[in-house]
């Protein structure tokens, strides 16, 4: 038996029967958490020239713009993550009462923050030559805190055969961008080769389960496998469940509000509903009035802790935990207004506790 991880250590005597019991129930008493958001679309806030309209937020503006392949990648050479701080990151979480962080490890971008050798495409061959999760993996087993690990596994926009759902109700592609200067490197319909895109992503999840203590798997694009036919089958999932506990039996996987249903807990995206069944449940929603990726455009809009303590009693009232998320800037900061009021959250949770 491994040594307990470090968030783990006050359910030792369980951990060492039964290490995912121990997970899931560590998971249940958590209640509350940080997401990070954090990426190369960091860089852009939100705004690029005669970008079109819709509700997504600003780690969708490749999709959005839409920006074709190569000119996003040259983004890479700007980012350097100078003020990205994985401590601070975690004083933050423990002030405000958390005791766990999510990290986006890559968006829908395909830009990975950690040293894999599945890509170059990544913030160890960008000018901040940087292994940003590791960096936060070991700060979050510093501070006792979980941490959890976001990867995009149903949308992906840098692999060629990522799932391609085909054209929503406004007439754009509703999984991938649609630039003409990527025609032919990116593949739909009958071209996507979708086996070749999955044996990408489970090399790439294989790699980040073993940081050390990992908490958690965190999938997105449930929606991508939902809409295509025999989605589930296609998707691999429990394939790819089966190689994460097999690294580690206290990992935990979700995938949204679940796909295969297999999933160790769910975690649907801001609605606060009931949950499925009686596996651990998460609510994530955002600082920022809708984007997980920082956007200029909402500086000074962010919401208060009046809203964050609203959004803590309505997921204990289900109950579920609450993932509240915030989207540093392009140089890896916390928004100033977002350090304020998980700050002050902290302090009420903290004097309603005396």
């Known amino acids: 038996m491994n040594a307990v991880p470090t968030y783990l250590k006050d359910y030792e005597t369980l951990y060492t029967t039964d290490p995912r019991a121990a997970a899931v ?3 249940r008493d958590a209640k509350f958490g940080l997401f990070v958001h954090y990426g190369l679309y960091s860089l852009l806030g939100g705004e690029w020239p005669d970008m ?3 509700n997504k937020g600003a780690e969708w503006i490749r999709w959005t713009a839409p920006i074709p392949l190569d000119t996003y990648a040259a983004l890479q050479a700007d980012f350097t993550a100078e003020k990205f701080d994985a401590d601070a990151i975690c004083k933050l979480a423990i002030s405000a009462g958390m005791r766990y962080v999510n990290l986006t ?3 829908h971008d395909g830009f990975c923050l950690w040293d894999t050798a599945t890509t170059d495409f990544s913030s160890v061959h960008a000018p901040a030559r940087r ?8 700060a979050c087993q510093r501070h006792g805190l979980g941490c959890f ?3 995009s596994h149903g949308r992906e926009w840098w692999h060629p055969d990522g799932p391609d759902t085909g054209v929503d109700e406004h007439g754009y592609n509703a999984s991938k961008p649609e630039c003409p200067e990527d025609a032919g490197r990116i593949h739909f319909g009958d071209d996507v080769q979708l086996d070749r895109y999955l044996d990408l992503i ?3 999840i294989m790699e980040i389960c073993r940081y050390p203590d990992i908490a958690g798997i965190w999938l997105d694009g449930v929606g991508s496998f939902l809409s295509i036919p025999d989605g589930v089958k296609r998707s691999r999932c429990q394939d790819l469940y089966d190689k994460i506990h097999a690294v580690s039996p206290h990992i935990l996987v979700s995938y949204k509000q679940g796909l295969s249903m297999t999933e160790d807990f769910f975690a649907p995206e801001r609605g606060i509903t009931e949950a499925p069944d009686s596996r651990p449940y998460e609510i994530c929603t955002t600082l920022q009035p809708r984007s997980w990726g920082y956007k200029k455009a909402d500086d000074g809009k962010h919401q208060n802790a009046d809203w964050v303590m609203e959004q803590l009693a309505a997921a204990a009232a289900i109950p579920a935990n609450l993932l509240l998320n915030t989207g540093p800037k392009g140089d890896g900061s ?3 207004e977002d350090v304020r009021t998980l700050v002050e959250v902290g302090r009420r949770l903290r004097s309603n506790r005396c």
Request: charged share 25%; hydrophobic share 40%; glycine share 0%.
């Open 25 to 27: 129930q560590w998971f």
């Open 52 to 54: 079109r309209v819709t």
């Open 105 to 107: 490890t890559r968006h």
């Open 131 to 138: 292994d940003l999760v590791r960096e936060m993996a070991e």
């Open 149 to 151: 690990l976001y990867i």
């Open 202 to 204: 489970h090399a790439q």
């Open 334 to 336: 916390v928004p100033d």
